[in-house]
């Protein structure tokens, strides 16, 4: 799922930032459904990759974004741009990048039948997504639950908590070697409940989740 954060949460409003949407440059949108994982999940760590506040507020979208559209140069008839927050977040890097906060929203284009999200904004509002371009809500501190799609290793309450780096970008992690973002709350197993296994529970080993306050 391209939704690594569970329910339970505690933050303030005031502690997140609503500039910026997600860098899909050198993404492929119709990989961006919420059924997939990537960088456009909730609960993906990000860094700030365009900060250029003297750009419109709102500009005409990529090519990429604009084609999201459909066919769009029939001639003679008048159309309007597909338009996109120009400042940008991307995945980050604990090897080299400044993290900024962890994304509370997935950015999804398509659901899992291929349909555009675009014409089905109550579906979208459901998966608690945002479209590509659309400004996507920044966590910069606070207290939140992450599956284990979004943790590399195993942290333990208490441990801090770190930015991962190579195959595990924008994830938690135990490696102390890169910057750190924050410690590790609490574990737990929604396999494990004394119950059937909940949907967030996966295949059996999938379940694990880790309670995780940030400060950035």
């Known amino acids: 799922m391209a939704n690594r954060l569970l329910p339970f949460r505690q933050y303030n409003e005031h502690d997140v930032v609503n500039l910026f949407s997600l860098d899909t440059s050198a993404l492929t949108l119709a990989n961006m459904t919420h059924a997939s994982n990537g960088a456009w999940d909730a609960g993906v760590i990000v860094k700030v990759s365009n900060g ?45 990048d400044v993290p900024v906060g962890v994304t509370l929203r997935q950015t999804i284009a398509f659901d899992e039948n291929g349909e555009k999200l675009l014409y089905y904004k109550q579906k979208l509002l459901e998966l608690q997504g945002v479209l590509p371009g659309e400004a996507v809500p920044v966590l910069t501190k606070g207290i939140i639950t992450v599956a ?64 995780i306050k940030i400060d950035l």
């Open 52 to 96: 250029d506040m003297t750009q419109e507020p709102v500009v005409d979208g990529t090519n990429q974004l604009q084609s999201y559209l459909g066919k769009t140069d029939y001639p003679h008839v008048g159309g309007n741009a597909y338009s996109e927050v120009p400042l940008k977040v991307s995945i980050a890097d604990g090897a080299a």
């Open 148 to 211: 284990e799609s979004g943790v590399a290793g195993t942290p333990t309450a208490g441990a801090k908590v770190y930015l991962g780096t190579g195959g595990n970008v924008g994830k938690f992690t135990t490696n102390s070697g890169n910057a750190e973002v924050g410690v590790c709350l609490g574990t737990g197993d929604r396999d494990d409940v004394g119950t059937n296994p909940d949907y967030f529970a996966g295949t059996g080993t999938t379940g694990k989740y880790y309670v």
